[in-house]
């Protein structure tokens, strides 16, 4: 059974700090995808990363993805209070479509 | 553009009735899936589709079943309510990709949930 999982659990932190958040896995995933979830509302995906080693950029987000393709982490700059919210991972899984969703990390932003 | 719609949004069910959530998505989507989220405990797969008439079970598919009799439908009904499935279930819609592998690296779009109470 293909597993992810994401730490911190919950994370609160001052406006203007740095954050990093964490994904990882013992399977190998095709690809990993990072979504983040405002309450009330279903996940929104924010980046989808396929090679092992990548890195994309959203702003002041940072997606990295490990080289053997069972990890990824999520860098924040300068939190702001907008970036509220429940950061979940998902591995599109390699032998098939079906996507495993990780608990997630709740990050909350004091401003 | 409306993209995935949940109805209802909130639910009080008493134990042993019935019910159906409902989910349409207007994008034309082949995938469609339905989740529950438990506190702390992220995302489960109950069901998913491939495309109309072609339904299979995910990760947590007892005491649920669903249908899908057309592409922009796929809802989702209980048929013995039980305290256990007191949860917060979403839908959500992929595109299909060139081949499996591509399929499951396609974005999911989610509706906003179905808040659902068993007592």
């Known amino acids: 059974t293909q597993l992810l999982e994401q730490s911190p659990q919950f994370l609160s932190i001052q406006e203007g700090e740095n954050l990093t958040v964490y994904c990882n896995s013992s399977s190998v995933f095709s690809s990993l995808q990072w979504y983040r979830q405002e309450p009330g509302e279903g996940p929104v995906l924010l980046v989808t990363v396929v090679t092992g080693g990548e890195v994309k950029k959203l702003k002041r987000l940072t997606f990295q993805f490990g080289d053997a393709r069972k990890d990824s982490s999520l860098h924040i700059t300068a939190a702001q209070p907008g970036d509220t919210g429940l950061y979940l991972c998902a591995g599109g899984n390699t032998g098939g479509f079906k996507t495993i969703f990780g608990a997630g990390t709740r990050l909350f932003v004091k401003a | 553009n409306a993209g995935v719609t949940q109805t209802p949004k909130f639910r009080i069910l008493k134990i042993g009735q019935s019910m159906t959530l409902q989910c349409a998505q207007d994008m034309n989507h082949n995938y469609m899936y339905w989740y529950r989220q438990d506190p702390g405990m992220g995302l489960k797969l109950i069901y998913y589709?491939?495309?109309?008439?072609?339904?299979d079970k995910g990760e947590v598919p007892n005491g649920y079943n669903v249908s899908r009799s057309t592409t922009e439908d796929f809802p989702l009904r209980l048929e013995l309510a039980a305290p256990s499935q007191t949860s917060v279930y979403f839908c959500?819609?992929?595109?299909?990709?060139?081949?499996?592998?591509?399929?499951?690296?396609?974005?999911?779009?989610f509706g906003d949930g179905t808040r659902l109470s068993i007592l």
């Open positions: 589709s491939v495309g109309a008439g072609i339904t």
């Open positions: 959500a819609s992929s595109r299909k990709g060139q081949d499996r592998v591509l399929s499951g690296n396609q974005p999911q779009h």
